[in-house]
């Protein structure tokens, strides 16, 4: 601990004495030196185990009180360099929840001598990289089935073109949901995290790659029959994909603009003026809710059992992280409005 001392001022005046000033008059009493009061800073220390085997890893002494996390992570790395800060996940408990980076070490229930454990989240990659390489897949995928390169179908039907209208369709509108995707990843987002570990991009990938191949495989197929009910069914399904992309695109928005640029700040997101937003009355994710509703529409247009396929596991996947957004959102905020269910309104 490291107390550090202020002087008392010291008074410096000459002359004929302390009662009077240069010119012999008395001048008037100095004001009492007032006494500053000490200023203590005490500095904590920090060990850092490894949440495994609770090896000691490292010893930071003097830590300043205000550090931060993401400031502790920094001087760790020094000692470490193979774990850079976005692979570190540092906690109170060994199996509990890490810690967030503007997290201050003053504020945290720990004592002078904190213990952090530490987890190697391993590999990180950014999320933009992460997210542009997701989508671009499927773009391109789709495109390779469309033109019916060759080796998919057979030599005979090398870039040939699908008779039937919904095909293209399905084409645009496959393409349009991407784009929107990627454009979105580039210019609407403000994540709040960096990096994520790159083995989720191969899981990710596997995902929508493989899904995209096999839904483009059937509805490019050169014996792909359009849907049962026809125009009107294709009609029907094209109104519902564009208000669902709408839709999820004013939600973006609106999420987007809950957060300043270059923040992490998290709010309650609420209606705008735009209608696309008032579904924000009922669900906590109506992002979601529309991506699912747009994979829905392209279902009944393409009627295709993979698609049908993706949408309900979209839907599942989805259904998850809403209600972890929802748990999460209950918790933070005491006012959250009462009548929200995470994706669907009043049963989910
Ligand atoms: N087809 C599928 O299987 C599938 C699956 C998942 C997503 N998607 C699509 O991808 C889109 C993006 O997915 P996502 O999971 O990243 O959506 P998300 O969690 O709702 O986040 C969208 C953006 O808004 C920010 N955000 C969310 N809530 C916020 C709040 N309360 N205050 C301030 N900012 C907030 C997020 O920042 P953070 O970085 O802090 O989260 C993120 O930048 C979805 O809307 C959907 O269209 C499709």
């Known amino acids: 601990m490291d107390l550090s001392v202020s002087l008392a001022a010291r008074d410096s005046s000459q002359g004929l004495g302390p009662g009077f000033g240069l010119n012999g008059l008395p001048r008037p009493a100095p004001p009492k030196a007032t006494k500053k009061p000490k200023k203590a ?79 190697d989240l391993g590999a990180q990659i950014s999320w933009v990289t992460v997210f542009l390489t997701e989508y671009a897949g499927p773009l391109f995928i789709y495109l390779l089935f469309y033109f019916r390169v060759p080796f998919i179908y057979g030599h005979k039907y090398d870039f040939t073109s699908s008779r039937h209208t919904v095909v293209h369709l399905a084409c645009i509108c496959h393409s349009f949901h991407y784009i929107k995707r990627l454009l979105e990843t580039l210019f609407v987002h403000r994540f709040s995290h960096g990096t994520m570990p790159l083995r989720n991009i191969f899981k990710n990938c596997t995902y929508y790659w493989g899904f995209a191949a096999w839904m483009a495989y059937y509805i490019n197929h050169p014996l792909y029959t359009p849907p049962t009910y026809g125009a009107q069914q294709v009609k029907l399904a094209l109104a519902i994909f564009v208000i669902c992309q709408l839709g999820n695109f004013s939600i973006h928005m609106a999420l987007r603009d809950l957060r300043p640029a270059g923040s992490k700040t998290r709010k309650i997101p609420y209606p705008t003026k735009n209608p696309f937003t008032w579904l924000f009355l009922l669900v906590s994710c109506p992002n979601y809710t529309y991506e699912v509703g747009s994979w829905i529409g392209f279902a009944i247009m393409t009627q295709c059992l993979p698609v049908a396929l993706f949408s309900l596991v979209g839907f599942t996947q989805m259904t998850i992280w809403a209600k972890g957004k929802h748990r999460s959102y209950l918790k933070e905020f005491r006012d959250y409005p009462p009548l929200r269910m995470p994706i669907i309104p009043f049963l989910l």
Do not use: M
């Open 41 to 119: 800073v005490l500095f904590f220390e920090v060990e850092i185990l490894d949440a495994k085997t609770r090896e000691k890893l490292c010893f930071l002494d003097k830590v300043e009180p205000q550090a931060t996390i993401a400031e502790i992570k920094n001087l760790f790395t020094k000692t470490h360099p193979q774990w850079y800060p976005a692979r570190q996940s540092l906690r109170l408990d060994p199996k509990g929840k890490s810690l967030k980076d503007e997290d201050v070490l003053q504020k945290l229930p720990v004592g002078t001598t904190a213990t952090l454990y530490f987890r």
